[in-house]
């Protein structure tokens, strides 16, 4: 059994991907090719904003966006305690002090009480230039935008949506990729819509940070690769990439986000009743799945479940074990002084298990089964 299946995904699409693959091949244009185009286009009008601008890797589109705004030095960003390491080790790389909002038990995001709370401190406190939010989607689950995007606007705060995993997702009909100043994605191999290899894009609506997102990603260039008019990086999805996710958009769009939902309906039914605290369903909101986590009863032995599990062929994995304000990197800064009882509460009781659009009914209830 596989945690995702991309094995399975790669079988139900091959025709088509091997067809898109040979003929980038074909043509031999590996770099900004046609398909990076049609691909930025067809992102930017599925999420619904102007523009879309790929990127070499999720974590470079975190990056960009922050560089497109100019947080550096002297400036604090808002991110939340529980999520991967780059939604604040961007921050950091760019000079600013990331500090760290306790989320909601419920939806693992960002807790919109305690985000407004942590912004009326750090301006009474007054060691920083309070600048940005970044909020996530976290494990497929858009945030709370509507309480997050007018609490950013009283404070005169940019906001930045870190979609890696949420990318499908919704909030009364409007999709992730839409929300905040500006918003990104990872299309990692094991994300809702992903890629093979890495990849990343940045959405807004905002003409001159999309020129600046352009230009910063490709070595700062002007109105050509050799007019250089400001320092950048070099991040872009290659061709082969793009028409690859093309194949996989359609599929996402058409069965994928639909799969889901259907196989984490089979997990709510088969394991109700059993002592775990099931994925939160706010009204209003829909997942694009990119895990299926529960939280475990108060004083389970997680290791043990889990070596138990892997013994009758099932994986599972810990997302994530440490909150961001212990980690080692973050030590002796401001970054480490937070107060979120909830993220370390999550930390040791969080279990994410099996999920993609191929999986059974059948895996579903073994998996439940064996758990149980």
């Known amino acids: 059994m596989q945690f995702r299946d991309l094995q399975k995904q790669y079988e139900v699409l091959k025709p088509q991907i091997d067809a898109a693959v040979q003929k980038v091949c074909a043509r031999a244009n590996y770099i900004s090719g046609q398909e990076v185009r049609q691909l930025e286009q067809q992102l930017a009008d599925y999420v619904g904003v102007k523009h879309c601008i790929t990127c070499a890797n999720g974590t470079d589109a975190l990056t960009l966006a922050l560089m497109a705004w100019g947080i550096g030095p002297g400036d604090a960003v808002l991110v939340p305690d529980f999520t991967f390491f780059?939604?604040?080790?961007?921050?950091?790389?760019?000079?600013?002090?990331?500090?760290f909002v306790d989320v909601d038990e419920g939806t693992f995001n960002l807790d919109p009480d305690k985000l407004e709370q942590k912004i009326l401190e750090v301006k009474a406190q007054g060691r920083y230039t309070l600048r940005a939010v970044v909020a996530v989607d976290l494990f497929g689950l858009p945030a709370d935008y509507p309480r997050i995007e007018a609490i950013c606007k009283k404070?005169?705060?940019?906001?930045?949506?870190?979609?890696?995993?949420?990318?499908?997702g919704t909030v009364n009909g409007r999709r992730v990729g839409s929300f905040g100043d500006i918003a990104t994605t990872s299309f990692f191999p094991a994300k809702p819509l992903g890629c093979y290899g890495d990849g990343g894009a940045i959405f807004t609506n905002n003409d001159e940070w999309a020129d600046l997102i352009r230009s910063y990603a490709v070595h700062g260039k002007g109105a050509m690769k050799y007019d250089n008019v400001r320092l950048g990086v070099n991040s872009r999805l290659d061709t082969l990439q793009a028409a690859i996710l093309l194949v996989k958009l359609e599929a996402f769009r058409n069965s994928e986000l639909d799969a889901v939902e259907q196989v984490s309906r089979w997990y709510d039914q088969a394991l109700a009743g059993c002592g775990f605290a099931l994925p939160h369903r706010p009204e209003g909101f829909t997942s694009s799945w990119a895990q299926y986590t529960l939280r475990l009863p108060a004083g389970t032995d997680r290791d043990a479940l889990q070596a138990k599990l892997k013994e009758q062929g099932i994986p599972t994995m810990v997302y994530y074990p440490k909150p961001m304000h212990l980690q080692k990197a973050f030590a002796g800064t401001d970054s480490a002084r937070a107060d979120c009882p909830v993220t370390e509460r999550l930390c040791e009781t969080v279990l994410s298990l099996p999920m993609h659009p191929y999986l059974t009914r059948d895996a579903v209830e073994q998996i439940a089964g064996k758990l149980r």
């Open 155 to 168: 404070h005169g705060l940019l906001l930045l949506e870190d979609g890696a995993q949420g990318f499908g």
């Open 86 to 99: 780059a939604s604040g080790e961007t921050v950091a790389y760019e000079g600013a002090t990331p500090l």
